[in-house]
């Protein structure tokens, strides 16, 4: 691929744009070690014209938040018929919408905790007292929140005190307008890495999350040695191959392409049950990914330079005789 140049994307305007810049730079130094020509581009009011004058072989998304993973940046790919990797727009879009992917799976008999997904309009117009009992009646406590559009958890925490809520959802509902509140299931927390190849989706070692803090939030995701990791998951057979199967079929139930990292809790009876699914994984040194890769005994780099050579074939119009 040493004759082709294919742009990283990463930055942007979101409140993840250090994440992203972090996981640019480390995909971008792991496809140059498997000697793939690489240029780090930010997504800016430049990108426009330069994906135009400066067209890319390939572009490969490292951008997180609504920028990268809701579909806007794919849709402009798509218009100026730039191969790049990763899931099209449409399927971004359910995947980005926390309560949109969950129905979907709980639709095909997959199991994810029960939710309610409600607006900060409904707090204000119904009395926010009323409407937060009537949300402790119907999933108990403890409560997991979370804004219904996100990543890097961000405003999502854990509620175990009924005291605590207004203050909970206030601190939810300042990255976003609505807010996914889920019952709490209790467990081991991982997160299965899905990639393709020739054969189709291939589920990674499922990397087990074990904070210091007991919730996996922003902090604890992205500041080193606040989490412990088990590359694969202390988990038996039956839980292993129990999440495998849930993060290969929320991939193909939700239309996903080439990788996607799907979050899930193990409950003590062995049930997987579904969190959520990001289309568009972190890559930094504390981000899972990674992790499941090398636990698979392969390589960052040559995943990705793998992946982009399909982006670039899919582009390709077949030949006709």
């Known amino acids: 691929m040493s004759d082709l140049c294919v742009a990283v994307l990463a930055g942007g305007l979101t409140h993840e744009r250090e994440v992203s810049l972090r996981s640019g730079r480390r995909l971008s130094a792991a496809l140059r070690s498997v000697g793939v020509a690489v240029e780090e581009w930010d997504a800016d009011a430049a990108l426009m014209t330069r994906l135009r004058t400066e067209r ?10 609504d920028q990268g993973e809701g579909g806007s940046i794919q849709t402009v790919l798509e218009l100026l018929d730039v191969p790049f990797v990763g899931s099209d727009s ?3 879009r359910q995947a980005w919408d926390k309560p949109t992917a969950k129905a979907e799976l709980a639709r095909a008999g997959l199991t994810t905790p029960d939710w309610v997904v409600l607006p900060q309009s409904t707090f204000r117009e119904l009395g926010a007292q009323a409407v937060l009992d009537a949300m402790v009646a119907r999933l108990g406590l403890p409560m997991m929140l979370k804004p219904d559009q996100g990543g890097s958890a961000l405003g999502a925490q854990v509620v175990r005190d009924a005291a605590d809520l207004p203050a909970a959802m206030v601190d939810c509902l300042a990255y976003g307008n609505t807010v996914l509140a889920e019952r709490f299931v ?27 803090s007991g919730v996996y939030d922003y902090t604890s995701r992205y500041t080193a040695g606040l989490t412990d ?4 998951a202390r988990l038996d057979d039956r839980a292993a191959a129990a999440v495998a199967e849930l993060a290969v079929a929320a991939h ?11 979050d899930a809790i193990v409950a003590a009876d062995g049930t997987a049950h579904f969190l959520e699914v990001n289309s568009s994984p972190g890559l930094t040194e504390t981000s899972l990914l990674p992790m499941a890769i090398e636990a698979a ?15 670039i074939a899919r582009a390709v119009p077949p030949l006709r005789n």
Request: glycine share 10%.
């Open 252 to 262: 193909r139930l939700l239309g996903l392409r080439d990788v996607s990292r799907t």
């Open 297 to 311: 005994g392969r390589s960052l780099g040559d995943i990705y330079a793998g992946l982009t050579e399909r982006a």
């Open 186 to 212: 209790a467990g081991v927390e991982v997160a299965v890495t899905v990639v393709e190849d020739e054969s189709g989706p291939v589920a990674l070692p499922a990397v087990e999350i074990v904070p210091e």
């Open 229 to 232: 990791f088990h590359t694969p």
């Open 56 to 65: 890319p072989d390939a572009v490969i998304i490292a951008l997180h938040g």
């Open 90 to 92: 449409h399927a971004c």
